[in-house]
C-alpha cells in the first residue's frame, strides 16, 4: 500500500473555528510533512515529525498546531485562521534516511491534500 | 526561501514532441527529486536522483544532474496530453529532512 490519505477533501471554516485536518499512512514510513500550497506556486514546507517528534517547524504561526499521535497518523489542529491561510494543504510521508552519515529525506509519497478556505 | 529554480516556468508542445524542463538550486544535497502535479491536486513522485548519480532514466524520463554547476534537467520523451501538468523539482539539501520545492514548469501538450 503506498498511499497515503488525507480527510476532509475540502474545508470551509470561518475565522473563529476550530478544524483538523487528517493524514494517514500505512507504509511504515517515520518521517512525515505538512506542506501548504497556494494557486500557481510550489508547495512551502511547514512541519516535519521524524520518529513521531516534531523536527521541523518552518517559523509557522501558532494557529496551526500539528499532532502525530502516531507513526501513521500525522493531524494539523487549525484555529483563528486568517483568510490568507486558504490554500490546499498537503501531507507527505517518507523513510528517514542517513547520507553520509547525516540525517537525509528520501523519496516523499503525498497525499490528494485538503482544499482549505477560510472566510 | 526556495532554493530550486526552474526554467522555463511554461512550456507548450505538441502531442510526440519532447520535453526539456532545467532546475538550478543553490547548496549541497544528497539527492534531487521530480514531482508531477496534476491541477490542484496531489503530488506524484517520478524519479530520485543521487547526488553521486549523473543520469537516470524511468521509463519516458530522462534526468541528469551536474553537482558542479548545481543543476539538473528532467527530459520527456514523445509527449502525450496525458503529460499535461506542473512538474517540480525538490532538492534534499544535506544533514537534514528538509525537501526545498522550485518554482516548477508548467507543461502543456496539444493533441
Known amino acids: 500500500d503506498t498511499e497515503v490519505t488525507q480527510t476532509p477533501k475540502h474545508l470551509v471554516m470561518g475565522m473563529t473555528n476550530k478544524k483538523s485536518l487528517k493524514c494517514e499512512q500505512h507504509?511504515?514510513?517515520?518521517?512525515m510533512y505538512w506542506y501548504k500550497q497556494k494557486a500557481k506556486k510550489p508547495p512551502e514546507l511547514m512541519f516535519v515529525?521524524?520518529?513521531?517528534?516534531?523536527?521541523i517547524n518552518e517559523s509557522v504561526p501558532s494557529r496551526f498546531s500539528p499532532e502525530c499521535p502516531n507513526s501513521s497518523l500525522l493531524n494539523l489542529h487549525l484555529h483563528a485562521l486568517q483568510p490568507e491561510d486558504s490554500a490546499l494543504y498537503l501531507c507527505a510521508s517518507s523513510q528517514p534516511g542517513l547520507a553520509g552519515g547525516q540525517k537525509s529525506t528520501d523519496t516523499q509519497y503525498f497525499g490528494p491534500g485538503t482544499r482549505l478556505t477560510v472566510l | 526561501s526556495q532554493q530550486g529554480e526552474e526554467d522555463p516556468q511554461a512550456l507548450s508542445i505538441q502531442e510526440g514532441e519532447n520535453a526539456t524542463m532545467n532546475c538550478s538550486y543553490k547548496t549541497s544535497i544528497n539527492n534531487l527529486q521530480w514531482y508531477r502535479q496534476n491541477s490542484g491536486r496531489g503530488l506524484v513522485h517520478l524519479i530520485l536522483?543521487?547526488?553521486?548519480?549523473r543520469e537516470k532514466h524511468s521509463g519516458r524520463l530522462r534526468v541528469t544532474l551536474d553537482t558542479s554547476k548545481k543543476s539538473s534537467s528532467l527530459l520527456i520523451t514523445a509527449s502525450r496530453a496525458a503529460d499535461t501538468a506542473s512538474y517540480f523539482c525538490a532538492t534534499a539539501p544535506t544533514g537534514g529532512f528538509k525537501t526545498i520545492f522550485g518554482a516548477g514548469t508548467r507543461l502543456f501538450v496539444k493533441a
Open positions: 507504509m511504515g514510513h517515520r518521517a
Open positions: 515529525y521524524s520518529y513521531e517528534k516534531l523536527s
Open positions: 536522483i543521487r547526488s553521486n548519480e
